[in-house]
């Protein structure tokens, strides 16, 4: 018991815990858009390993951090339109094309990795985005030890929260996506187009999700590996629900995911003896489920969700 | 005369093998309030629609007015071009996001949509103008999905008027109102067209049609058979262009009542709001006899509607269909003791939109043997049994084999009962079982209600039409906040005044 209450109180663990959030944070946020707008986005898996790969590639190529940050994120977009067209004008199933998706993004990722560097056995590093010492913020009292040791892509991933929070809720757009997410109709009879709401959507939360896996090889490592997403688009999809399709609640739940993932890494140090690790490994996932039973009995689904829409069709 | 501000010019579309307008031309004046009249899929939705740009005609074409009075051809297949050019359109089913305010709804689509701020005080101030103009009042600030009908469809009436509509098109506004809700709104409008606005309606209301029209026009078949003045206008004329012939009367003779076949002995059901509340009730229905509930909606016809249907559990009371006690009410231990459902919503309870219309007609009895062998469904089986139906129930459409929600409000309806009549039910629940259709189908309702009754059936009939409860119902019950009361008398007056709960 002393353990965990210590190590609750501690700063490190309070700064991984809002590391392990930061790629989470923008994947809830991007599908949370792509939902909004009443189209599951499956792809989310692979668009990571794609924003992963192509932010570190470019940055190994040459280009600056922000650099390639902006090319995973056009490289997301760039998936996220193949998916918004497959599933919006043609409404093919969302299920299908966005498994697809991921399958074929995480395919081409790892193949041009391997044809740009066929034979190298420990992957080359870049220099990441360094931790930001923000002024007066860092020097707060346990808090400011808490962010100072954070990159500027979790300060732009908080950011985001209020960016699409703010979008969402008081700008034209934001209330258009809403209304496309709800019923399809109510927006093309006030003469907007279903088709361009739905698809600029996908693409820009496809374009949001890149950047998740970007933070992975240009912050929290130096590297890509294969394997290294290793399910957060999945656990994004889930924390979507337990956000009830809101960004204050989805910056809540990435934390909360970030800080069991964070105490489990801890008590597996401390406890590793009397438990076997894998139920640490496995704990994060059983309390999200939990979690995720108990808010999402609560949650209101977009009404039209997974519904294609057709122009003129009943 | 008045100036024109629209004409139709030979407007044809095609679904398929379906010809849903031939060839329909139609104008319209400067205040001027037209009906728009034609039996179910006599493609009047059809027809607008194409004018306010969802649907693209197959030939013809549109002109508008503009500002200064002049014709000009109309973009085809745009509702952008139709706003712009001062169409409004309420469409039949509701277009409303549910999840956003009312002001969010009439302001979509007429705000720049890459601006960073929105002027919702301008947007509220002009609103809170038309609203006093109009007298369509509608609480603006929360999300639609709390508003009522009637709230709903002055809503989207406000969302035309908000983009200036010079031309006001309403698909069956009053389908979904109060008789009291409807006359409001009419003289809302009335008072509208005084200061230019123009408007076409279509309805299934005889009476609202006479009341406040000017000029009647009518389809058949997808084709225009007739116009003519209100003042020249009474019910059966119009009645016999809208089906070429004089529908029938219904007639019902005197039935001695037989064993009962529902009783629900105090009955509770505890609601989240009123309209799912239910009281302490007792009812009993018998065999040969058609019970009709009269109120109000909103007043707990909800509550009894799923008891009934095994929606909702009680919680208290008991339920007995025919002699034995349900004691776990569920849809399925409904239907198989012997329950047929006419629900209020067809659309989402009666059918399932994306399946065809054969599926639908056997999808309460899919494990019957007629309609699978292990497991299997026989679909041969399934689509001569839906082509009989059909036939019977002159079900018209795209065909059995097209998805339901193809069909119009109407023949989705006739499905519904191909579906509960084909099983002789013991006991018929019809929930607004005419709420939408025209007089021909009414009667047609009517009549498979008192066919049922003489084969032994019982029939609980809801409905807020006092006039189609007097004309079928046996015994009447008024329901009024959750709470059931018998009258002896059959006098519209006073049912009336129980409704409103001014008379005991
Ligand atoms: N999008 C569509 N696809 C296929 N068939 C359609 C479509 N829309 C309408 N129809 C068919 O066209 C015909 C006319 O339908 P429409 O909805 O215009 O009738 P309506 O006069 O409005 O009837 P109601 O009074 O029941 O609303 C019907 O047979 C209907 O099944
Ligand atoms: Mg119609």
């Known amino acids: 018991m002393m353990d965990i209450l210590n190590i609750l109180l501690s700063e490190s663990f309070w700064a991984a815990s809002l590391r392990i959030a930061t790629p989470l944070i923008f994947g809830v946020l991007g599908a949370l858009i792509c939902e909004r707008a009443g189209v599951l986005n499956l792809g989310i898996e692979g668009i990571f390993v794609v924003g992963a790969m192509c932010g570190w590639m470019a940055v190994w190529l040459g280009a600056g951090l922000w650099g390639g940050v902006l090319i995973a994120a056009l490289a997301g977009g760039f998936f996220g339109l193949l998916h918004a067209i497959l599933t919006v004008p043609l409404g093919l199933s969302q299920h299908v094309s966005g498994l697809g998706i991921t399958l074929f993004a995480t395919s081409v990722s790892y193949f041009s990795y391997r044809t740009a560097l066929p034979n190298v056995s420990s992957p080359p590093r870049i220099t990441p985005f360094q931790p930001l010492d923000l002024p007066i913020l860092s020097d707060l009292p346990f808090l400011g030890s808490v962010l100072f040791q954070q990159t500027a892509l979790t300060w732009l991933a908080l950011l985001m929260v209020g960016v699409v929070w703010y979008v969402m809720n008081r700008t034209a757009l934001g209330v258009a996506i809403q209304a496309v997410g709800d019923n399809p109709d109510s927006v093309d009879a006030q003469g907007l187009s279903v088709y361009a709401l739905r698809m600029g959507a996908i693409v820009a939360g496809s374009a949001l999700m890149a950047l998740g896996g970007a933070f992975l090889t240009m912050s929290a490592f130096d590297a890509f590996f294969f394997g290294m997403v290793n399910g957060r688009g999945w656990v994004c999809i889930a924390l979507v629900i337990f956000a009830s399709w809101r960004p204050g609640k989805a910056l809540f739940g990435a934390l909360l995911f970030g800080a069991f993932d964070a105490l489990q890494v801890r008590l597996q140090t401390e406890m590793g003896a009397l438990v076997p690790g894998q139920v640490f490994l496995m704990a994060p996932y059983i309390l999200s489920i939990i979690a995720l039973v108990i808010a999402a009995r609560s949650a209101d689904y977009p009404r039209a969700l997974l519904t294609p829409w057709f122009k003129g069709q009943r | 005369m008045p100036e024109q501000v629209l004409s139709l010019n030979g407007l044809s579309k095609r679904f398929g093998s379906v010809v849903a307008n031939d060839d329909v031309s139609l104008t319209l004046r400067r205040g001027e309030v037209l009906a728009l009249l034609g039996e179910n899929g006599a493609g009047k939705t059809t027809l607008m629609n194409m004018l306010f740009g969802h649907y693209l005609p197959d030939a013809g074409t549109i002109d508008v007015s503009d500002e200064a009075g002049r014709m000009r051809p109309l973009q085809l297949g745009h509702p952008q071009a139709a706003l712009a050019a001062g169409i409004g359109m309420v469409h039949q089913h509701f277009t409303l996001a549910e999840?956003?305010?009312?002001?969010?709804?009439?302001?979509?689509?007429?705000?720049?949509?890459?601006?960073?701020?929105?002027?919702?005080?301008?947007?509220?101030?002009?609103?809170?103008?038309?609203?006093?103009?109009?007298?369509?009042?509608?609480?603006?600030?929360?999300?639609?999905?709390?508003?009522?009908?009637?709230?709903?469809?002055?809503?989207?009436?406000?969302?035309?008027?908000?983009?200036?509509?010079?031309?006001?098109?309403?698909?069956?506004?009053?389908?979904?109102?109060?008789?009291?809700?409807?006359?409001?709104?009419?003289?809302?409008?009335?008072?509208?067209?005084?200061?230019?606005?123009?408007?076409?309606?279509?309805?299934?209301?005889?009476?609202?049609?006479?009341?406040?029209?000017?000029?009647?026009?009518?389809?058949?078949?997808?084709?225009?058979?007739?116009?003519?003045?209100?003042?020249?206008?009474?019910?059966?004329?119009?009645?016999?262009?809208?089906?070429?012939?004089?529908?029938?009367?219904?007639?019902?003779?005197?039935?001695?009542?037989?064993?009962?076949?529902?009783?629900?002995?105090?009955?509770?059901?505890?609601?989240?709001?009123?309209?799912?509340?239910?009281?302490?009730?007792?009812?009993?229905?018998?065999?040969?006899?058609?019970?009709?509930?009269?109120?109000?909606?909103?007043?707990?016809?909800?509550?009894?509607?799923?008891?009934?249907?095994?929606?909702?559990?009680?919680?208290?009371?008991?339920?007995?269909?025919?002699?034995?006690?349900?004691?776990?009410?569920?849809?399925?231990?409904?239907?198989?003791?012997?329950?047929?459902?006419?629900?209020?919503?067809?659309?989402?309870?009666?059918?399932?939109?994306?399946?065809?219309?054969?599926?639908?007609?056997?999808?309460?009895?899919?494990?019957?043997?007629?309609?699978?062998?292990?497991?299997?469904?026989?679909?041969?089986?399934?689509?001569?049994?839906?082509?009989?139906?059909?036939?019977?129930?002159?079900?018209?459409?795209?065909?059995?084999?097209?998805?339901?929600?193809?069909?119009?409000?109407?023949?989705?309806?006739?499905?519904?009962?191909?579906?509960?009549?084909?099983?002789?039910?013991?006991?018929?629940?019809?929930?607004?079982?005419?709420?939408?259709?025209?007089?021909?189908?009414?009667?047609?309702?009517?009549?498979?209600?008192?066919?049922?009754?003489?084969?032994?059936?019982?029939?609980?009939?809801?409905?807020?039409?006092?006039?189609?409860?007097?004309?079928?119902?046996?015994?009447?019950?008024?329901?009024?906040?959750?709470?059931l009361t018998e009258t002896e008398s059959h006098d519209r007056e006073r049912i009336g005044l129980m409704m409103a709960g001014e008379a005991a």
């Open chain 2, 99 to 483: 999840n956003i305010s009312a002001l969010d709804n009439i302001t979509l689509g007429s705000e720049p949509l890459l601006a960073l701020r929105r002027d919702r005080k301008a947007a509220r101030a002009k609103i809170e103008g038309i609203i006093e103009k109009s007298g369509l009042k509608a609480p603006l600030s929360i999300p639609v999905g709390r508003l009522s009908v009637g709230e709903r469809q002055r809503v989207e009436i406000l969302k035309a008027l908000y983009r200036d509509a010079r031309v006001l098109v309403l698909d069956e506004p009053t389908a979904v109102l109060t008789p009291q809700e409807a006359d409001t709104l009419f003289e809302n409008i009335k008072a509208m067209t005084n200061e230019g606005l123009s408007v076409i309606f279509i309805s299934h209301k005889l009476r609202e049609v006479l009341a406040f029209s000017d000029r009647i026009a009518v389809l058949r078949h997808g084709v225009k058979v007739g116009e003519l003045e209100t003042s020249a206008a009474d019910e059966k004329a119009i009645a016999r262009m809208m089906v070429g012939a004089e529908t029938p009367k219904v007639s019902r003779e005197r039935m001695a009542a037989g064993a009962p076949v529902m009783q629900l002995k105090g009955v509770s059901v505890v609601g989240r709001s009123k309209r799912d509340t239910l009281q302490c009730v007792d009812l009993e229905v018998r065999a040969h006899e058609i019970l009709g509930i009269a109120g109000i909606s909103g007043n707990g016809q909800n509550a009894l509607a799923q008891v009934i249907s095994g929606l909702a559990v009680p919680t208290a009371g008991a339920i007995h269909i025919v002699d034995s006690e349900i004691s776990k009410p569920t849809p399925q231990a409904m239907v198989s003791a012997g329950v047929g459902r006419i629900p209020e919503d067809r659309h989402r309870e009666g059918i399932v939109g994306a399946m065809t219309v054969a599926e639908n007609m056997v999808i309460e009895r899919l494990g019957d043997m007629q309609v699978q062998s292990r497991g299997l469904l026989r679909r041969d089986a399934i689509q001569s049994n839906a082509k009989k139906l059909a036939k019977e129930y002159d079900v018209r459409g795209p065909g059995v084999t097209a998805p339901s929600r193809l069909l119009s409000g109407g023949n989705i309806q006739k499905l519904i009962l191909a579906r509960v009549f084909e099983h002789a039910p013991k006991l018929i629940l019809a929930n607004q079982p005419t709420r939408g259709l025209d007089m021909g189908a009414a009667a047609e309702v009517g009549r498979r209600l008192l066919e049922a009754r003489e084969r032994g059936a019982g029939v609980v009939l809801i409905s807020e039409d006092l006039d189609e409860i007097l004309g079928l119902a046996d015994r009447i019950v008024v329901i009024r906040d959750g709470q």
